[in-house]
């Protein structure tokens, strides 16, 4: 029971089928722009145009099951309820892979990028080509098992609680190292600044430019997976309370 207080936000299907367009054509043109330009094929970018791929999946399942929704509701699209039920399960396996290895993805470039500062003189020794291609495979592979995984026991509790642990420990790994990350350029600011004589507003300004970026970064992966895991976990501490419910609702 919701009670009578809970308001339902009620989204267009339309503005659904419109976003997922934007971004699924957003992510072909990052895919294409990797793929083209031989400068971008090392490590990093084949991290990032795998995350371009992972945020492909999600608009191509965002954008067939609008689609289906929108045609079925016209009355243009006629079919059994177990082939809808079916479709249904599939969309669900590549959206929740897609959150798996987009995650994944999100963590091995924060990795990458504290390679990259911190041990700068090694890094073409330790982030090499190989190595990069059988942590692709392996996320992949990953992704695709624990998703199927994750959709045939997706009523357990411990399924929602290894989900929820997941996004949480991905969080905190970024955090972690993008502060530290942003330490050391700090000290580095703070280097220069004393070997040019200058002062003392130079580093404070690139140290508070640096922790806007890190806050914008961190707040915008919050913002587009934080909705999502605070579902789950409410599916796991309060299911059958009138204010959960009344958020089910409207995630539904």
Not at 17 to 34: K, T
Not at 67 to 87: D, F, H, K, W, Y
Request: positive net charge; glycine residues 6%; charged residues 10%.
């Amino acid at each position: 029971q919701t009670g009578p207080w809970c308001l339902q936000v009620s989204i267009p299907d339309g503005l659904f089928l419109s976003l997922g367009l934007v971004s699924l054509v957003e992510n072909v043109l990052v895919v294409i722009a990797i793929t083209k330009n031989r400068n971008l094929h090392s490590p990093m970018y084949c991290f990032i145009c795998c995350l371009a791929l992972s945020d492909l999946m999600v608009s191509i399942s965002l954008v067939l099951e609008t689609t289906i929704i929108l045609l079925l509701e016209a009355g243009a699209l006629v079919t059994r309820a177990a082939l809808v039920q079916q479709l249904d399960n599939v969309i669900d396996v590549l959206i929740c892979g897609s959150m798996v290895s987009s995650l994944c993805f999100l963590g091995v470039i924060a990795i990458d990028r504290y390679i990259s500062i911190f041990y700068a003189l090694r890094y073409h020794s330790i982030v090499t080509l190989p190595r990069a291609r059988r942590a692709i495979v392996g996320i992949w592979v990953a992704s695709i098992f624990f998703s199927t995984l994750f959709i045939t026991y997706y009523n357990h509790t411990a399924v929602l609680i290894c989900l929820v642990t997941f996004f949480l420990a991905v969080l905190a790994l970024m955090a972690i190292l993008y502060v530290h990350m942003l330490t050391r350029a700090c000290q580095h600011a703070q280097g220069i600044a004393q070997l040019h004589k200058r002062q003392g507003s130079t580093r404070q300004g690139f140290c508070l430019k640096g922790a806007a970026t890190l806050t914008i970064l961190l707040g915008i992966f919050f913002l587009c997976w934080g909705p999502f895991f605070l579902h789950l976990t409410l599916i796991v501490l309060c299911p059958q309370h009138p204010t959960c419910s009344c958020i089910f609702k409207n995630f539904n």
